[in-house]
């Protein structure tokens, strides 16, 4: 009986392989071992750099945040405690998109929160 080399995957496989390594230098997308450990490291840094976009945003509104508050004689951390304290559930995100866009929204945000605006925008 004929051994069966399954060659018809392996192709498969293969092309498969070779079309994610598309556009790499050299012997990285030309030939397999090479192809396969640069692919194999892009997506282990792929998956890292998903987790680490998300940090970068929440840091990046955490300083429009503190930049927004500074403005107004407040300090970031204030502002924070006073929304926790007045059940105000609004994201960092939306709440520097407002900072940013519609200034005047953000001081009616804190005044409901209780805080006293001396806006110096």
């Known amino acids: 009986m004929v051994r069966a080399r399954s060659g018809a995957a392996k192709h498969?496989?293969?092309k498969r392989l070779l079309r994610a390594a598309k556009g790499y230098r050299g012997s990285h997308s030309k030939l397999l071992?090479?192809?396969r450990i640069t692919v194999e490291r892009a997506q282990?840094?792929?998956y890292v750099g998903r987790k680490l976009k998300k940090r970068d945003f929440r840091s990046l509104w955490i300083t429009r945040?503190?930049?927004?508050c500074r403005a107004r004689n407040l300090r970031y951390s204030?502002?924070?405690k006073a929304l926790v304290e007045?059940?105000?559930?609004l994201d960092r995100k939306t709440l520097s998109q407002l900072a940013i866009s519609d200034p005047e929204?953000?001081?009616?945000?804190?005044?409901?929160?209780g805080?006293?605006?001396d806006a110096k925008c």
Do not use: E, G, H, T
């Not at 929204?105 to 929160?113: M, N, S």
């Open 44 to 46: 282990a840094m792929s």
């Open 33 to 35: 071992r090479p192809a």
């Open 12 to 14: 498969r496989a293969k």
């Open 78 to 80: 204030q502002l924070i």
């Open 65 to 68: 945040l503190s930049a927004a």
């Open 105 to 113: 929204a953000f001081d009616a945000v804190l005044a409901k929160a």
């Open 115 to 117: 805080l006293s605006v």
């Open 86 to 89: 007045a059940n105000i559930s």
